[in-house]
Structures are given as structure tokens and as C-alpha cells.
């Protein structure tokens, strides 16, 4: 009440001194009778509240130490992230400069055999046809046989063209690993579970793609059992990151069933269906592959007894000739390549049946996959609308083994 009072007098003085004095008098006014009222007005109240305040922080400072601790852990996730998709990139580039160079390698020793093999096969020729001395000819027809027949089982035994599509595959999935990670960081909240299964993935890459010749480490590219390429970690489910999500997280018995017949098709069809076009491939490539340095070794022995009549020169130069054709075959038309195509895209099917098997048989629905999610990204891998992959799966339930459609339009 004393300050409300003196608040008004206040008010009142300056108010008889503004009709007075005019605009000089109500800045008079301000500079000297008001400051010396203000400053005797007090807030006793006002020490009295900071225990409340005290209190207040202490309730408030260990959520607040939580926070900085979950954006500390989250920082560190991203950054752990960032420093994954830098070794990815770099996985990337490797990858595409030894395809390249290992393409190269394909088509300079292929051209570089040919020339050998021809150019001895027409000295075998012109030694057999000749009347004078042929000693040098020979000699160089059998040298030129025997290091064609040297060249030929390095090269066979690597196959350069195989060596490429391994390489181009690597580049293609490391790109979409990169990818990936770009995908979790720019949607937000990344997880260690993300972390761990990136670099399984990484790793799981790394052991599929080998890019040393030596020491054991290399494909086998002739294998004894055809099996499709797999390049992922064989652990999809443990990893398997909670959803937040509540309920059915997008998934039905309908579309559970539907998941089912799309794995059966894929199983029955496709990836059968490559697998043994991978091992008619398979066959075809070793044929070759042996043919042509025994062609070519026959052909050196037959240029070394050009002496004993016209069957060693006729085998001499008709060995030649059918191993440059067996040759050119096999690298020209890169049946290795074939090989490890047909095997990747068996493998590409397997991979897609494991990832909605995995789901399926996880009966947390949150840690499943989105339905809706997984049943469009099923329907895009395999060229498909949602409507068309409704219906294959309609058909497969319906015709089982007898269905005559392959689940991809792709490939």
C-alpha cells in the first residue's frame, strides 16, 4: 500500500508539473523526482524463493545430464557412421579401379595367346612345306607352342573376364551400402545395432570379393558344388533393430501368406533356374579351359616332329588353329563372366528369400520390418507393381510347383 501511495503522488506531482512547464518540465520531472521514490520500493519476498529454485535444479539436473549423455552416445554413432561410409567409398573406387584394370587384362592376353598360337601354327606351316633346313622355324614354332601352352593354364586358371564381373559386382554392392548409410543418417536417430550391422556388412563384402590372386585367398572358379554368390552376413536376424512402431507394424495374415508364396516362387523358379544355367556355364568354361593348352601342348610335341611326316605338321598347325578358336571362345566370349553373373543373380534371389524369411519367422512384430514397407520393396526388386505381386502369389497358392511364371520381370 506505501508503494501504490507513493506511486501516486508521484503521478501527481509530475502531472501538475507537465501543466506548468511544458515539455521541459515533464523531462524534469522524470530525471529527478522519479528516481529518487523508485528506489525506495523493496521485493522481501523475493529472498525467500531461492531455496525453490535450488530445489528445482537439483530435480532437474540429472535428466538434463541424460540428455547431454544420449546426445553424446548419439554423436558418437553418427560419427562412427560418417567414418564407415568414408572406408566404404573407399572400397568403392578399389573395387572399380581393379575391374577396370582386370578387363584389361582379359582382352590384351586373349589378343596376346591368339597372336602367339597363329604365329606358331604358320611357322609349323612353312617348316613342313620347306626344303632346306627348318631348324629355326621349328624351334620357334615349339617355343612360341609352349609359352602359348604356359599362358594359357595361368590365364584358364584365373580367368580375367570372371575375375572383372566379381569386381563390378563388389563396386555395385559397396555402392548400395554407401547408400544405406546415407539413408540412416539423413532420416535420423541412428542406433549401434545400425553400426554393428554395417560393418558385418563391410566385412561379410570383404570375404566375398577378395582382391588378392595369391595365397589361397581368390574364388574358386571352377567349384566342385554349385551354390548361388553370398555376399551378406548369415546372422540377418539377430541384428534385426526394434521398431518403434506399436501393433502389427503394417503385417496381416495376408500378407504373411503372400510373403510365403513369393519365397516359394523364387526358390522354385528363379533361383533354380540360374543355378542351372550357372552350371551349364560352369561345364562349357572347364571344357575350355582344358582344351586349348592341351591343344596347344599336342601342337608343340607335333612342331618338334615336323620331321616324321605330314601328320605332325598337319597336327602342328591344326591344333593351333583349334586352340586359338577355343580360346577366343572362352575369353572373347568371357564364359566366365556368364559363370559369376548367372551365380550373383542365384545369389540375389537367396538373399531376398532369407531377409522375408527372417522377418516371418520373428514373432516380435516390432522387430519386424515394416509389412507394408518390406511387401513394396519386394515388389520393386522383382520389377513388379504391388497389385502384380498380389496376384503371383495368388497364383502360387493356387497352381504350387505347376506355376509356369518366373517371380522377377528383371532379369
Same mark, same amino acid.
Given at each position: ?36 521514490? %523508485?528506489? $525506495? =520500493?523493496?521485493?522481501? /519476498? !523475493? ?8 530445489? @528445482?535444479? +537439483? &530435480? #532437474? ?93 595361368? %590365364?584358364? $586358371? =584365373?580367368?580375367?573376364? /570372371? !575375375? ?8 555395385? @554392392?559397396? +555402392? &548400395? #551400402? ?18 554393428n550391422q554395417i560393418i558385418d556388412k563391410v566385412l561379410a563384402l570383404d570375404k566375398a570379393f577378395p582382391l588378392p590372386l ?70 562349357l568354361n572347364k571344357l575350355l579351359a582344358k582344351s586349348a593348352p592341351l591343344l596347344t601342348a599336342m601342337a608343340a610335341v607335333a612342331s618338334s616332329l615336323h620331321s616324321h611326316g605330314g601328320w605332325a605338321a598337319a597336327l602342328a598347325v ?94
Amino acid at each position: 500500500m506505501a508503494a501504490m501511495k507513493s506511486s501516486s503522488i508521484i503521478l501527481q506531482s509530475s502531472s501538475i508539473k507537465m501543466s506548468s512547464h511544458g515539455r521541459g518540465g515533464i523531462t524534469k520531472a522524470a530525471m529527478i523526482n522519479l528516481p529518487k521514490r %523508485v528506489t $525506495k =520500493i523493496s521485493l522481501p /519476498q !523475493l529472498r525467500g524463493n531461492t531455496t525453490s529454485f535450488e530445489q @528445482l535444479e +537439483k &530435480q #532437474l539436473s540429472p535428466n538434463v545430464e541424460a540428455l547431454i549423455e544420449k546426445d553424446d552416445g548419439d554423436a558418437l554413432v553418427v560419427a562412427k557412421l560418417h567414418a564407415i561410409m568414408e572406408a566404404v567409398a573407399d572400397r568403392v573406387e578399389m573395387h572399380k579401379n581393379i575391374g577396370d584394370q582386370r578387363k584389361e587384362w582379359n582382352s590384351l592376353l586373349l589378343s596376346s595367346i591368339n597372336a602367339l598360337t597363329l604365329a606358331a601354327a604358320t611357322m609349323a606351316g612353312i617348316a613342313s612345306t620347306s626344303h632346306g633346313d627348318a631348324t629355326a622355324m621349328t624351334i620357334s614354332s615349339t617355343a612360341m607352342y609352349v609359352a602359348a601352352t604356359g599362358m594359357l593354364s595361368i %590365364v584358364n $586358371k =584365373i580367368q580375367p573376364s /570372371q !575375375l572383372a564381373e566379381e569386381q563390378r559386382n563388389a563396386t555395385r @554392392l559397396f +555402392k &548400395q #551400402l554407401h547408400t544405406q548409410i546415407q539413408t540412416i543418417l539423413s532420416i535420423g536417430n541412428p542406433t549401434p545395432i545400425h553400426v554393428n550391422q554395417i560393418i558385418d556388412k563391410v566385412l561379410a563384402l570383404d570375404k566375398a570379393f577378395p582382391l588378392p590372386l595369391l595365397g589361397g585367398s581368390m574364388l574358386d572358379k571352377f567349384p566342385a558344388t554349385l551354390e548361388p554368390a553370398v555376399w551378406w552376413p548369415q546372422n540377418i536376424r539377430k541384428h534385426h533393430p526394434k521398431t518403434t512402431n506399436q501393433g502389427y507394424n503394417g503385417w496381416n495374415g495376408k500378407l504373411e501368406e503372400e510373403m510365403r508364396e513369393i519365397v516359394k516362387v523364387m526358390k522354385l523358379k528363379d533361383e533354380e533356374d540360374y543355378l542351372r544355367l550357372a552350371g551349364k556355364a560352369l561345364n562349357l568354361n572347364k571344357l575350355l579351359a582344358k582344351s586349348a593348352p592341351l591343344l596347344t601342348a599336342m601342337a608343340a610335341v607335333a612342331s618338334s616332329l615336323h620331321s616324321h611326316g605330314g601328320w605332325a605338321a598337319a597336327l602342328a598347325v591344326g591344333g593351333g588353329a583349334l586352340a586359338t578358336v577355343a580360346n577366343s571362345f572362352e575369353h572373347g566370349g568371357q564364359v566366365g563372366m556368364v559363370f559369376e553373373m548367372y551365380r550373383s543373380n542365384a545369389g540375389f534371389f537367396k538373399l531376398m528369400q532369407e531377409s522375408i524369411q527372417s522377418n516371418l519367422d520373428e514373432d516380435d512384430f516390432e522387430r519386424r520390418e515394416n509389412g507394408e514397407m518390406l511387401e513394396m520393396k519386394v515388389a520393386l526388386q522383382l520389377g513388379r507393381s504391388l497389385s502384380d505381386l498380389r496376384n503371383l502369389a495368388k497364383d502360387s497358392s493356387l497352381k504350387g510347383e505347376a506355376i509356369n511364371e518366373f517371380a522377377s520381370k528383371l532379369f
